[in-house]
């Protein structure tokens, strides 16, 4: 039941995210500027994991970023899912308890969903390949500002409230 609960805060942790990164976007106007905070909440999450919730938890953080969103649910979930077993596997490799180290993974989760989500826009719409790479230069700052996050905000997202049942098993 505890880990229930952990998923449904997790859940609300991400939509909590998934808004205010909307608003930082929209009503603050930093536009291209606004760090991926959902992104950047998964990763911290994954970072206190088994390996074996990994999956769980990025279908729940897809899940609640796409009730929130204007982009296409599907493409949403796909992206978040890589980015999240992406997440898993370089957590594995690397200690995420450095900070370039988070940064870098921060950063790059946050370019590549951005690439994905413009990929999926430009299948639905059948734009050319020149105005999708013309798009792509903005997401530059977003991956900047994402990983600045990831630096400044760690030690928080770390201690979030009700995710502790499901943090890491220590055998």
Do not use: C, N
Not at 5 to 20: D, F, K
Not at 54 to 69: D, E, H, I, K
Request: hydrophobic letters at 65%; glycine letters at 8%.
């Amino acid at each position: 039941m505890k880990r229930v609960l952990a998923y449904l805060a997790l859940a609300i942790w991400t939509a909590v995210a998934t808004l205010l990164h909307g608003a930082l976007v929209d009503v603050l106007g930093l536009g291209m500027w606004a760090p991926d905070v959902p992104l950047f909440l998964l990763v911290a999450a994954l970072a206190q994991l088994h390996r074996s919730d990994a999956v769980r938890v990025s279908l729940v953080a897809a899940l609640a970023r796409a009730t929130f969103t204007v982009a296409p649910p599907f493409g949403v979930l796909a992206g978040t899912l890589a980015v999240g077993l992406v997440a898993d596997t370089v957590r594995r490799v690397a200690e995420l308890s450095r900070p370039l180290t988070r940064a870098a993974l921060v950063g790059a989760a946050a370019l590549a969903f951005g690439l994905w989500l413009l990929l999926v826009d430009a299948a639905r719409a059948d734009t050319a390949a020149p105005a999708l790479l013309a798009r792509a230069g903005g997401l530059v700052p977003t991956a900047l500002t994402s990983g600045l996050l990831a630096l400044a905000a760690w030690p928080l997202a770390r201690r979030l409230p009700g995710l502790r049942p499901i943090a890491r098993r220590i055998f």
